[in-house]
């Protein structure tokens, strides 16, 4: 399966108007924002799971990255409740669910293979700083290596957004909006812009608080690379 799989193009999709599909796993549905491959994929989704849900034992091989976004996520190695930012590298291995029911970002097999940084984080418990030279910006810096720069952002309300990305970027909305291109995102949207691209945005009157992802996009993806 490929869907949003061509990189070098700007993808938006506005997930909270989708409906949710049904994945292998009873009481766990999906809405994909890309994908490469069949159940064993290059994938971006947000994922539910229903009271009491749980999936099968299994190691990352590409390695998982998710964002609780709401509820709590549960594994053998702990509670994550909204906000959680969390990175399990490749041969992690863990029995995921949830027992009161969450939803989450998560992105499988995006990892460089030899990467094996572990990250949890609780970001209901870290604080925003001001960005530098970014007028109207506050960051919340969450993983950064060679490769990708991951953070939380919060516009203030009505902010004017100019960010190059010459790696590329992704944008998810947590909470408020913004405008980008003549288009309306709210939470759950989501935006890919490809390297070398412009994010040219303009926050809403309540301004917004986002995940960002950029850099990662500087060489076009393949699935299992």
């Given amino acids: 399966m490929e869907l949003n799989a061509d990189f070098s193009q700007r993808v938006a999709v506005h997930a909270a108007k989708l409906p949710w599909?049904?994945?292998?796993?009873?009481?766990?549905?999906?809405?994909?924002?890309?994908?490469?491959?069949?159940?064993?994929?290059?994938?971006?989704?947000?994922?539910?799971?229903?009271?009491?849900?749980?999936?099968?034992?299994?190691?990352?091989?590409?390695?998982?990255?998710?964002?609780?976004?709401?509820?709590?996520?549960?594994?053998?190695?702990?509670?994550?409740?909204?906000?959680?930012?969390?990175?399990?590298?490749?041969?992690?291995?863990?029995?995921?669910?949830?027992?009161?029911?969450?939803?989450?970002?998560?992105?499988?097999?995006?990892?460089?293979?030899?990467?094996?940084?572990?990250?949890?984080?609780?970001?209901?418990?870290?604080?925003?700083?001001?960005?530098?030279?970014?007028?109207?910006v506050e960051v919340m810096p969450l993983f950064r290596d060679a490769r990708e720069e991951v953070r939380l952002e919060r516009w203030a309300p009505q902010a004017r957004i100019e960010l190059p990305v010459p790696g590329g970027a992704e944008v998810l909305v947590l909470a408020g909006g913004f405008e980008e291109d003549g288009e309306r995102f709210d939470a759950q949207s989501w935006l890919r812009l490809p390297a070398r691209g412009i994010l040219r945005a303009t926050a809403a009157v309540g301004g917004c608080r986002l995940w960002v992802k950029t850099g990662h996009l500087a060489m076009p993806p393949r699935f299992g690379a």
């Fill in 21 to 136: 599909s049904p994945s292998p796993m009873p009481g766990v549905d999906r809405r994909m924002l890309d994908r490469i491959g069949g159940e064993v994929a290059r994938a971006t989704s947000i994922v539910r799971y229903a009271p009491h849900s749980h999936f099968s034992p299994h190691i990352h091989g590409g390695g998982e990255e998710f964002l609780v976004l709401a509820g709590v996520f549960q594994d053998e190695h702990g509670d994550y409740p909204v906000g959680s930012y969390v990175r399990n590298p490749p041969t992690s291995r863990h029995t995921p669910g949830s027992e009161p029911g969450c939803v989450i970002f998560v992105k499988l097999w995006q990892f460089h293979p030899e990467d094996r940084t572990e990250v949890r984080i609780d970001t209901g418990a870290q604080p925003f700083a001001p960005a530098p030279d970014r007028a109207g």
